[in-house]
């Protein structure tokens, strides 16, 4: 096996260049930002401090966040805030939906944050928001990135029936670290869930982050794991710490080790692949459909 050069981390030294990214200029983003401000929405690009951000909007393109911008869960890694959600709001379908017409967006990604403490894990504002994107803009393909329901199949299900045509649910990470990554989350509980949604007959993604002190053959078993349980889509990205109060980068992972993994993850069987430090679960998202 041929290695692979890896950068090693120092106590919050400089990125290496090839993660540096565009400051967000253009009418396009400026666009973009007035309509999800107009619209009082939440998108995971400004609440996860997401790096593509600049280049997403200046594309005329957003991942929208829907349930309110606190999550009930407190992952190592993320940006969204933790704590007890207010009560949702239910005219939110309506205005993403309409967003979504005015912005003229031909690919939708959706996301939430995590509510654990609905009983429906929050499935109906989620069927309620596809179903109206899906009236106003028939013509959009939608991408729901949806949260582990901790096994309540109902509300899965009622979360991906109004006719999405993708439906992603990330793993984040390899077995080993899960209890430090994401301590509310269980990952065979992950894999059930994605299992069940590729039965349903909706086209499956996942993303995983490196970085995070995995080894090379972990990523390979967790491909496995997720080809196993009929992942079609993978995404892989450098894990950047947020704040000093998350955990810490490893390594920084070589472009060249991300076009490797790419390699293997088509080898292995995956219909698409994206991998490279900058992308994220949504990035070039109209590229998996």
Known sequence: MIDLPLVEKTNRKRKPDWLRVKLPIGAQYRQVRSLVDKYQLHTICQSGNCPNMGECWGAGTATFMILGNTCTRSCSFCAVKTGRPPEYDTDEPRRVAEAIKL??????VITSVNRDELKDRGAEIWYQTVHQVKELSPQTTIETLIPDVKSN???LERMISPGQEVVSHNLETVPRLYRLVRPQAKYERSLEQIKRTKAYGKRTKSGV???LGETEEEIYETMDHLLDHGCDVLTLGQYLQPTPMHMEVATFIHPDRFAKYKEVGLSKGFNYVESGPLVRSSYHAEKHI
């Open 209 to 211: 982050m490196v970085g």
């Open 153 to 155: 199949w109902d509300a």
């Open 103 to 108: 912005m003229q967006v031909k690919h939708a």
